[in-house]
């Protein structure tokens, strides 16, 4: 019998034909939890995310690969020639789930879209990223991970009032599409158990960001209101900010309810303003955020971070730190639950990196294999996998196909 703590996706072949982020992150997120995942590269230099940097070694392994491309195998294989789509419709035939996150009709113009790959495989999961949606009127329009919080009304209600909006600091629609996708691909797959049948599903990046909106979509259809930027202070919440403190740290700091209040009042010495009328609501307090916000920030400004990181923890009200790469390193919390793991890759050898997120109790993930050098599987799977003869190979890699 299988181990109890045997890898949960042990059974799930995944072929992993996108390229950046969208798709493949998808894909990576099943490979932590044991899915076989054999990457699709064109032989041509490979995964575009192989050449973003920051770099390392000798200053061309990109390091951005070095974290999306883990617990993948890769194979080359030119999708643009017949002979190559002839190779991709037998993998997709010993597959479970197809990710792709070309252009719209991409697929389709090489005889490779869902409908053709159903007639291979009618158990395929065919999922596919995009930044607008398989149709409409903008599906064939261009873009990256900015058109996706544009269109979604991320972008529009980041960053401060008086100012233009700000983009996030990381790759926020591409990432969290990848999670969608993810999830996605476990409800297919389950209903599969169920049918026996696959399925396509179709992503976009706006959409992703859309659905994480908050209320913003039903607040303005109910009453026309229009959320503006606020930059790190909400119009309906107050006290809360990121605060800077003497050493030059930003701390954030959330006392809007009337017990974090009471309890943040006591901690900078003034208690006295829990029994002030002009503050004894939290619909009062907002109407004088800035009091309160300046009141807070005056008394961070002399105190150190970890200072007031501490008087906060021991107060009771809600506090951490605007915490750099570095700190979170050195962080203990990140420390004690080994959110940072150390992966062998090929290439720079032990690499710390993110840990696999969610938790199983019973069947946790892991990184067992560091991003692949490319086409380091071409034998092993066009060989080992698709029973081709090594002739064959050797001549797909003479014509440029591989």
């Not at 793991?341 to 690499?351: I, M, N, Q, R, S």
Request: hydrophobic residues 40%; negative net charge.
């Amino acid at each position: 019998m299988p181990s109890e703590t045997a890898a949960p996706l042990r059974d799930v072949r995944v072929i992993d034909v996108g390229t950046r982020i969208g798709a493949p992150f998808a894909a990576t997120l099943l490979g932590e939890f044991g899915a076989d995942v054999i990457k699709v590269e064109d032989p041509r230099g490979g995964d575009f995310l192989r050449h973003i940097g920051p770099f390392a070694g000798d200053g061309d392994y990109s390091l951005f690969w070095a974290t999306e491309g883990r617990t993948k195998r890769s194979v080359t294989l030119d999708l643009r020639v017949p002979e190559g789509q002839a190779v991709m419709r037998r993998l997709a035939g010993a597959a479970d789930v197809l990710v792709e996150n070309f252009r719209p009709g991409t697929m389709e113009s090489w005889g490779l879209g869902p409908a053709d790959l159903e007639q291979v495989n009618p158990a395929l999961v065919y999922s596919r990223v995009s930044v607008y949606g398989q149709d409409g009127p903008y599906a064939g329009r261009p873009g990256l991970d900015r058109m996706g919080i544009a269109l979604g009304g991320l972008l529009y209600v980041t960053g401060e009032a008086d100012r233009p909006p700000q983009r996030p600091g990381v790759v926020v629609s591409d990432y969290l599409t990848g999670v969608f996708a993810a999830f996605g691909i476990m409800v297919a797959l389950w209903e599969r158990r169920r049918s026996e049948r696959g399925q396509s599903i179709d992503l976009s990046l706006y959409e992703s960001v859309l659905r994480i909106l908050e209320a913003i979509p039903a607040t303005y259809a109910a009453t026309g209101q229009v959320r503006e930027r606020s930059g790190n202070r909400l119009p309906h919440s107050a006290p809360l900010d990121n605060y800077l403190c003497a050493d030059g740290v930003y701390v954030c700091i959330v006392g809007a309810s009337d017990a974090n209040f009471a309890r943040l009042c006591s901690v900078i010495g003034r208690p006295d303003l829990t029994g002030d009328h002009r503050y004894d609501t939290l619909a009062k307090r907002a109407e004088e955020g800035d009091v309160l916000n300046d009141l807070v920030a005056s008394w961070c400004a002399p105190r150190r971070g970890d200072d007031v990181v501490d008087a906060m923890v021991a107060g009771g009200v809600p506090v951490a730190l605007a915490a750099s790469i570095a700190d979170v390193f050195d962080d203990p919390q990140v420390a004690a639950r080994g959110s940072l793991v150390e992966v062998d890759d090929p290439v720079t050898g032990p690499l710390r990196q993110q840990g696999v997120t969610p938790r199983l109790s019973r069947t946790p993930g892991s990184v067992d294999r560091g991003a692949p050098r490319l086409g380091e599987h071409n034998e092993e799977v066009y060989c080992g996998l698709l029973g081709m003869p090594a002739d064959e190979l050797a001549r797909l890699r003479r014509t440029g196909v591989v």
